[in-house]
């Protein structure tokens, strides 16, 4: 990893008796985009307000662009930019307004900060609304409006919660394409909450999942992935000879789950190598292939597996997951 | 600090110039004020023969001639009053919507927040005083100044009105810095408008007031401003006596002012420091 843009060691955050974050510990380096995911109420935004220290900390430390959040909160500000999951750009202002406001309440130079505010509203695609009134934008509008405001000054790492939120698929999309651009053309590093789980698996380059408080695991999207054992292979053949001895025989293959008489679910890390000599070796037994299908593990599932609950109903596992993920 | 105070105060200003409802609601509150306050409440109608002047009662009202004229001053602070108590929840709903967190993420001193919305209060209730004050001047049996009232005679009056908006300003902007909800600052609101409007000298002169009352009611902020800035509307250029007696009002006010300042930077400091 490069330098660490933040450090976090044992942060926690109390409410009363109620431990909101719970002695949490990560590192983010510069340049990377990661993704702090979760379910509502896990402590994401919790986080979030401590390292834009709008939230005092509890307990522990956090490094952000090498000051402490709680010692140097002013140093903090000057330097990271925040792009909060509430609408909150001005609808009487019109777009550029907003953006210029933020500019001023963080000492960019007057002119520097037109040209800044132009750009950033070309980037996000708003330059032909800038002149009009945010409560005539759409959500969306409001969305990419805010990334310009939390961006006018240049700062060194954005904060975004939930930037997402709300929005329809398409506009999401677009969404990640500004997020993806800001991070790999302007080098901007970029901490992002969110209860997207592909939406993190699309941008990020790490993940953290948390849950009640506490980071269950943490690493590359392909990495959590990978623990869950690859892909999946099912196939259905004609009536005949039990295939499980051959099929753990091939190369690579973890596991083989005998699903029916002569459904086979098979889990192995990359398909691709060992499909043909799956295919060869059951026709070589004389039998059929009725039905073959595979999937990719999703963070989803990395999840479940972790949280040991699904984030949300839609895109949930397919049928045949289930049945491994017990056994995992 | 003061170019964050004017960035800040800035943006509700554009808001408020820019919404036509803003300001003509002013102009319409005024006259009814002064119509209905200026007719009902008035002394001279008692009076068979004095046509709506105050006749025998001028020297009672600090010598103006009619009833609106000794009532602008009192009008102008009770719509101050008023009006503040609606402009301080700007800050509530900043705060529930989420634009107060993203100022905390902002570089800028904690102070700047409460004074950008001290100012913008300010700037709006001074708007209101002027629009009452022209709305005093042509209503019929309105609002007469003294003879030869010039333009350091307006300054005169308006530097009074000017530190009445800033006693109420510091003290209601201070509230709803502090308040965590809309009820919780109109709790406090309502509790501090009947007495702050009713026990002044808006409507009535000192010596309507019962001597218990009266030191109270000498010392209300919206009298201190009505007293000053009714010497110099019956008088013009004051007396050395007058002046003195005009700048000891001006220096209760500006007591007023600092004190519910450091209250209100207090109460900014601790409302805005990360929770």
Redesign the interface.
């Known amino acids: 990893m490069t330098n660490s843009i933040i450090q976090v060691e044992k942060l926690t955050k109390k409410y009363g008796d109620k431990t909101a974050v719970d002695h949490i510990t990560f590192d983010i380096g510069e340049g990377e985009l990661f993704g702090f995911l979760g379910p509502n109420g896990a402590g994401k935004t919790t986080t979030i307000?401590m390292l834009?220290?709008?939230?005092?900390v509890t307990e522990g430390k956090a490094m952000v662009v090498g000051y402490d959040v709680s010692k140097n909160?002013?140093e903090v500000?000057?330097r990271?930019g925040?792009v909060?999951q509430?609408l909150?750009a001005?609808d009487?202002?019109t777009g550029v307004?907003n953006v210029l406001?933020?500019a001023?309440?963080?000492?960019v130079p007057s002119e520097k900060a037109r040209k800044r505010a132009s750009e950033l509203l070309e980037l996000v695609d708003l330059q032909a609304s800038a002149e009009k009134k945010v409560k005539t934008y759409s959500g969306g509008m409001k969305r990419r409006l805010q990334l310009a405001m939390g961006l006018v000054h240049d700062p060194s790492i954005l904060f975004l919660d939930e930037p997402s939120l709300g929005l329809d698929i398409q506009t999401r999309a677009k969404m990640w394409d500004y997020v993806r651009k800001l991070n790999t053309e302007n080098g901007i590093t970029v901490f992002m909450t969110t209860h997207y789980l592909e939406e993190a698996d699309a941008l990020c380059e790490r993940v953290a999942i948390v849950d009640g408080g506490t980071i269950k695991v943490l690493g590359s999207p392909a990495e959590l992935k990978m623990r869950l054992g690859g892909d999946l292979l099912s196939v259905q053949v004609s009536e005949g000879p039990d295939l499980r001895g051959f099929l753990e025989s091939v190369h690579d293959v973890n596991e083989v789950v005998k699903s029916s008489s002569s459904s086979y679910v098979i889990k192995i890390p990359r398909i691709e190598k060992a499909l043909p000599q799956i295919v060869d070796g059951i026709s070589q037994r004389g039998l059929k292939i009725l039905d073959i299908s595979f999937t990719r593990p999703t963070l989803d599932q990395v999840f479940l597996q972790v949280t040991g609950k699904q984030i949300r109903d839609e895109n949930g596992p397919t049928q045949a997951i289930p049945l491994l993920m017990e056994k995992v | 600090m003061i170019s964050d105070t004017i960035a800040l105060s800035g943006r509700s200003l554009k808001k408020w110039i820019r919404n036509p409802f803003s300001i003509i609601p002013i102009a319409i509150q005024a006259l009814v004020w002064l119509l209905l306050f200026g007719n009902s409440f008035n002394p001279g109608s008692a009076l068979s023969s004095s046509g709506g002047s105050l006749g025998i009662l001028k020297e009672a009202f600090g010598g103006a001639t009619n009833y609106i004229t000794f009532l602008t001053p009192g009008i102008i602070g009770m719509l101050a009053l008023t009006g503040m108590t609606f402009l301080g929840v700007d800050f509530v709903i900043d705060r529930l919507n989420g634009y107060l967190d993203m100022l905390k993420t902002s570089p800028i001193p904690r102070a700047s927040i409460y004074f950008g919305g001290v100012l913008q209060n300010i700037v709006k209730a001074m708007a209101a005083a002027g629009i009452t004050f022209v709305v005093a001047l042509v209503v019929p049996n309105g609002l007469r100044l003294s003879s030869g009232f010039g333009i350091t005679n307006l300054l005169g009056v308006f530097f009074a009105v000017a530190m009445l908006t800033t006693v109420f300003s510091t003290l209601f902007t201070g509230i709803s810095v502090a308040a965590k909800s809309t009820d919780s600052f109109f709790a406090v609101v309502n509790f501090l408008f009947f007495p702050v409007a009713f026990t002044s000298t808006a409507l009535f002169p000192l010596s309507f007031f019962p001597g218990w009352l009266k030191p109270v009611a000498r010392a209300n902020p919206i009298s201190l401003a009505s007293e000053a800035a009714r010497l110099v509307i019956v008088n013009g250029t004051l007396s050395a006596a007058q002046l003195s007696s005009y700048l000891g009002d001006i220096l209760g006010l500006l007591v007023y002012a600092i004190v519910f300042t450091a209250m209100g930077i207090f109460l900014a400091r601790n409302s805005l420091k990360a929770d």
């Open positions: 307000r834009t220290t709008i939230t005092s909160p002013g500000r000057a990271i925040v909060p509430q909150i001005d009487e202002l307004e406001l933020f001023k309440l963080h000492h």
